[in-house]
Structures are given as structure tokens and as C-alpha cells.
């Protein structure tokens, strides 16, 4: 297995642009998720998902966007990117209550 | 909303030291409780988790933690730190309700320096 994939793990973006994150697994977790990470906030949640075509808003979802068509893929997309959306992002997944696993990290840089 | 309470944002131990971390959450009905590392550069990994049965969990490299249900904790604990423990905990809370989506709630983190 390979676990939680997330590409790409770098990315410089200009305000305003746009891209998408993607994230997959293979381990037919139904629950995904996607945290930010920045210094002194912990992991905030953006968006998590329960199932393929079911998902919904975290904490700081604003600017973000996702979508679930398979079990496997979970991409988040910015839709004009701010630099208050420069972070570390965590894809996530996990099998109901149980242990959640993390992709390695997208480190993004919004000038 | 559920939230959780981490109590300590910096800790800096001298090798062979004891550590507690503390962990607080908010949230009344049956959660699964987890604590996870990050080392430095690295993405989170998972160090032990609660989900019933003995209240203190063994995880690995030697850390366990308590889970305390009348004060809502569940402290991270190791009687002797290395310098390969610097890193940063998350204590994290499954709240196993339909209402709160399932949700993985993390604290803020702890960041753990360990002086040779």
C-alpha cells in the first residue's frame, strides 16, 4: 500500500492564481480530509469528506473547494489564491473512528 | 463545539527527564483519543490512541497516556525523554457522533525540545 499520496509537495503561486492539490489513498478509507497547518494554529480543518459524492466543511473552508467522485481521490482547489493561504497542507484518511493517516504535506507559497 | 486543550505550547527537557503533556477536550458523549507525533520535516504519525477498555495506552517508544473521563484528559506521558523525542504532539478527539461528522479535532500542538 501506499498509503496517502499528496502532490505536489511544493508550490509557489501568484495571489490570484489558481490550482488544485491532490490527494489519494489506497486503502478504501471512506472518511478524507484536508488540514492547513500553521505555526502556533495546530491543524485546522478545511474540508472532510465521508464518502465518495459526500462532503463538507470544516473549520476554515473559505477559499477552498472539494469534490469526491471516487473513494480514492480527494483534490482541494484554490480557488484565487491568497497569501493567507500560505501554509502546510495535510491530506488525511481513515476507516470510521479508527487511526487517521497523513499524506506527506504540500508546502505552499502564496506571493 | 468541541475543542482541545493542550496546555503546554513549549516544553524544553534536559535528556533522562519525565514528560507530561496535558490534553484536555469538550465534549461529552464517546470519543476515540489519540496523541501524534511530528517530527521535524515530517508529516504526523500516529504514537497511541484510546478507543475503550484500560484507561492507560501504551504507544511506541516508550510513551503512554491516561485517559481520565471525569476530567475530560488524556495526558501523554514517558519517564525518560531522548534527544530523538524533539518534535511536536498533537493530542487529537474523534467524537463518535453523526452530529459533529465524525470530526478528528486536534489541539494546537506541543513543541518539544530535548537538550542533550
Known amino acids: 500500500n501506499a498509503g496517502v499520496t499528496q502532490t505536489p509537495k511544493f508550490q509557489v503561486l501568484k495571489t490570484g492564481q489558481s490550482m488544485t492539490l491532490q490527494c489519494a489513498q489506497d486503502m478504501n478509507h471512506e472518511y478524507m480530509s484536508w488540514y492547513r497547518q500553521d505555526p502556533g494554529m495546530g491543524l485546522r480543518l478545511i474540508h472532510y469528506s465521508v464518502g465518495a459524492g459526500i462532503t463538507d466543511q470544516g473549520e476554515v473552508p473559505n477559499g477552498y473547494n472539494v469534490s469526491r467522485s471516487t473513494t480514492e481521490d480527494f483534490p482541494l482547489r484554490l480557488l484565487s489564491a491568497a497569501p493567507s493561504q500560505t501554509s502546510v497542507y495535510f491530506c488525511?484518511?481513515?476507516?470510521?473512528?479508527?487511526?487517521?493517516?497523513f499524506g506527506p504535506g504540500t508546502r505552499l507559497t502564496v506571493l | 463545539a468541541q475543542s482541545v486543550s493542550q496546555h503546554n505550547h513549549h516544553v524544553i527537557l534536559s535528556e533522562a527527564a519525565s514528560l507530561e503533556l496535558g490534553c484536555n477536550y469538550s465534549y461529552g458523549g464517546t470519543v476515540n483519543l489519540f496523541w501524534y507525533v511530528q517530527y521535524p520535516g515530517q508529516h504526523l504519525q500516529l504514537l497511541l490512541k484510546y478507543f475503550s477498555g484500560d484507561p492507560l495506552v501504551k504507544g511506541i517508544k516508550g510513551f503512554e497516556a491516561e485517559f481520565i473521563k471525569s476530567k475530560f484528559s488524556f495526558n501523554l506521558r514517558k519517564p525518560s525523554v531522548q534527544w530523538s523525542d524533539t518534535a511536536e504532539y498533537f493530542c487529537?478527539?474523534?467524537?463518535?457522533?453523526?452530529?459533529?461528522?465524525?470530526?478528528?479535532?486536534f489541539g494546537k500542538g506541543t513543541s518539544l525540545l530535548v537538550t542533550p
Open positions: 488525511a484518511s481513515r476507516l470510521g473512528g479508527d487511526t487517521q493517516y
Open positions: 487529537a478527539v474523534n467524537a463518535l457522533s453523526q452530529s459533529s461528522g465524525y470530526a478528528l479535532n
